[in-house]
């Protein structure tokens, strides 16, 4: 069977999901991506008859779950603290029994937090750049020490350049790339300005790539092209000039990251549709995971449905196929 042979469609009957809150907003860093990823996700399932409806922000959605309004939860909130990407609004759902889209606590918990993903990939021999856990704080200062590990050690055992980034957050809120180490003390403290622990990280100088799954398919690969020298916020979501080439491999190399992906989605515990991203260094030809989206963009700019296009789903058929996802969840309330 081709890779992009998708499964019938469960139904063509709207009537089959009943009311549908399509969870957006909140209050993340990433709170205006949601808004707009939501907006079309909504506008998708209505166009295919869904009686869906917006809801914004998880205290809404508690509200209405208590009034019994909704049957099920298309989440494309991004982020954590009010966002719907580190298991807390799923917690909420698997409590009223309501089945959601996307991965379930423990993999949307997991898949939130940067460092303890590479922990797991780690374990089961999966690629992913080498790293140094940093504790937030006012710390991060010249010569001062993080959580007992000195930023310029970190930076010397992993030798320049790296990424220091927030652990917990996504759409390169916070990231800065350091090449010398005079820069150091300024990109911890932008990362420290978010909650939760930093990343210092080694930079893959190389193809930036990500991998859309919907259930245990892995979409084409995108590699990405920004006009910039980095898929900075700017790139991913204002710019029109960034290339999307898809799919971003061929032969051999398309199956391996794809197989990969796959691979690196699962271990971490997600379920139902993602995307993981992927570096291949330009050195040696290697992939490095970087790391989970459970809540992906669906905005103009976003990969998923760029991929998805790619593999024969249109818009509203992703949208659909997305909250398919749900209906198994069903089996035994």
């Known amino acids: 069977m081709s890779p992009f042979a998708?499964?019938?469609?469960?139904?063509?009957?709207?009537?089959?999901?009943?009311?549908?809150?399509?969870?957006l907003?909140?209050?993340?860093?990433?709170?205006?991506?949601?808004?707009?990823s939501g907006g079309n996700v909504l506008q998708g399932l209505r166009a295919r008859g869904v009686d869906a409806e917006a809801v914004d922000g998880i205290p809404a959605l508690a509200a209405a779950l208590v009034q019994k309004q909704f049957d099920r939860v298309f989440n494309i909130l991004h982020g954590h603290k009010g966002g719907g990407e580190d298991g807390v609004v799923q917690g909420l759902l698997e409590a009223f029994a309501i089945p959601y889209t996307g991965s379930n606590v423990l993999g949307s918990a997991l898949s939130m937090d940067k460092v303890r993903t590479k922990q797991v990939w780690l374990a089961l021999g999966l690629p992913t750049p080498r790293y140094v856990r940093l504790m937030p704080g006012d710390a991060a200062k010249a010569g001062a020490n993080v959580a007992g590990a000195d930023v310029y050690a970190a930076?010397?055992?992993?030798?320049?350049?790296?990424?220091?980034?927030?652990?917990?957050e996504g759409s390169s809120v916070g990231v800065t790339r350091v090449f010398a180490e005079s820069d150091l003390a300024a990109a911890v403290d932008l990362a420290a300005r978010y909650d939760g622990e930093l990343l210092m990280e080694q930079l893959i100088e190389g193809d930036e790539l990500t991998v859309s799954i919907l259930g245990?398919?892995?979409?084409?690969?995108?590699?990405i092209v920004p006009k910039g020298q980095w898929y900075d916020y700017h790139a991913k979501y204002k710019a029109d000039d960034t290339q999307y080439l898809?799919?971003?491999?061929?032969?051999?190399?398309?199956?391996?990251?794809?197989?990969?992906?796959?691979?690196?989605?699962q271990a971490a515990g997600c379920r139902g549709w993602g995307r993981v991203d992927v570096m291949r260094d330009r050195a040696t030809g290697a992939f490095q995971l970087l790391e989970v989206n459970t809540a992906p963009g669906m905005t103009s700019h976003s990969l998923v449905p760029k991929a998805a296009q790619q593999a024969g789903l249109d818009f509203q058929t992703l949208c659909w196929r997305i909250l398919e996802t749900t209906l198994a969840q069903e089996t035994g309330r």
Request: charged fraction near 20%.
């Open 155 to 168: 930076a010397s055992q992993l030798g320049l350049p790296v990424i220091v980034k927030p652990a917990n």
């Open 25 to 36: 907003g909140g209050t993340s860093s990433e709170r205006e991506v949601s808004l707009d």
């Open 216 to 223: 245990d398919i892995a979409l084409p690969s995108i590699r």
């Open 6 to 23: 998708f499964p019938p469609l469960r139904s063509t009957d709207p009537a089959v999901f009943g009311r549908v809150a399509v969870l």
């Open 246 to 265: 898809c799919p971003g491999l061929d032969g051999q190399e398309e199956d391996q990251i794809g197989r990969l992906s796959l691979a690196a989605f």
